[in-house]
């Protein structure tokens, strides 16, 4: 068993005390720079986004079972160096797991992404997934999909993956 917890450098040291709380019988350790070694035989490795991709090959050789993105919303970016590092790392795990307060901030297209990363079955294609639910448009000079289009069938298939807590709950 292994797992990859990504996260902002600020909850790092907090996601390793709530594992060592939840799950004692696993290893853990926590990436603290980029010269850090990833090490096999640890079964919890927390790291920061801004780390994953400079360890991203190491951490691929880990073939997690798991990968978590804790405030997957970093990932919204695909040209992004962390975001190219965590599809890499995500689509080597057996399950993907994102979590956020906020998954979608601004538009659709920004959730591509980590869609793509939950299940690729269903959200294989950012140009379509644009096209379909962004109200794709090409301008002249390319494709823009800055828009919301399809919201009800979007959200009936993402309703799956979403668990949602009020505070008050």
């Given at each position: 068993f292994s797992a990859v917890v990504v996260t902002p450098a600020s909850v790092k040291r907090h996601w390793a005390r709530e594992a060592e709380k939840w799950v004692p019988d696993r290893s853990g350790r926590v990436i603290m720079s980029g010269k850090d070694k990833i090490e096999t035989s640890t079964d919890i490795t927390v790291i920061n986004y801004d780390l994953l991709w400079k360890l991203k090959e190491e951490l691929v050789q880990l073939n997690p079972v798991v990968v978590?993105?804790?405030?997957?919303?970093y990932l919204k970016e695909a040209k992004a160096k962390r975001t190219k590092a965590a599809i890499l790392l995500g689509k080597?795990?057996?399950?993907?797991?994102?979590?956020?307060?906020?998954?979608?901030?601004?538009?659709p297209i920004e959730f591509f992404n980590i869609l793509n990363l939950i299940d690729p079955k269903q959200f294989p294609s950012w140009f379509r997934f644009g096209l379909r639910y962004c109200n794709g448009e090409h301008n002249g000079y390319g494709w823009q999909?800055?828009?919301?289009?399809?919201?009800?069938?979007?959200?009936?298939?993402?309703?799956p993956f979403i668990i949602r807590r009020r505070k008050e709950e």
């Open positions: 978590v993105f804790d405030e997957c919303t080597t795990a057996k399950y993907v797991i994102g979590l956020s307060g906020t998954p979608i901030i601004n538009r999909f800055n828009g919301t289009s399809n919201t009800r069938e979007l959200q009936n298939l993402i309703r």
